[in-house]
């Protein structure tokens, strides 16, 4: 089993997006405003509801469009973020890293089928111990 260490600066969402204090309120605005389209509006609430945890499926219920659709409107966020701080990159790569690494150890219905070759196996070990060097643990 591959563990990690959540550092102060890399907060992980499970299954979520990484969003900052300033993106979230952008995004509540946007989500409660009548002066916006209905369309950005929803895609600002699949976004903050992706942000709170919440899994792609129940987002999809809640906003009454397929699934598909949630992962379109995370991308396209995520693709307007052009200017992301070295944190935020960092958050990035750890949470690449344990989303890959997470999958060794569940048997839901995404990950059941998931298997790692020597190479891969010894790639997310690298990844990790190079991340716990890179980014600083709490009290560390």
């Known amino acids: 089993m591959i563990l990690f260490i959540e550092p ?10 990484d969003l900052s204090s300033e993106q979230t309120a952008e995004l509540r605005g946007l989500a409660g405003s009548r002066d916006v389209p209905a369309d950005v509006a929803l895609r600002a609430r699949i976004v903050l509801w992706s ?7 129940d987002i999809a219920e809640l906003a009454g469009v397929a699934p598909l659709t949630v992962d379109r409107c995370k991308a396209r966020y995520n693709d307007d973020l052009f200017q992301r701080s ?3 990159r960092w958050r990035a790569i750890y ?14 219905e995404v990950t059941k089928d998931f298997t790692y070759s020597r190479g891969e196996a010894e790639a997310l070990i690298g990844i990790a111990a190079s991340l716990l060097r890179a980014v600083p643990a709490p009290g560390l």
């Not at 942000?51 to 499926?57: D, S």
């Not at 949470?95 to 839901?108: I, L, P, R, T, W």
Request: proline fraction near 0%.
């Open 8 to 17: 102060e600066a890399c907060v992980i969402v499970e299954s979520g997006m």
């Open 95 to 108: 949470k690449a890293a344990f989303d890959q690494a997470s999958g060794a150890e569940h048997a839901d």
């Open 86 to 88: 070295q944190a935020q």
């Open 51 to 57: 942000g709170e945890g919440r899994r792609r499926k």
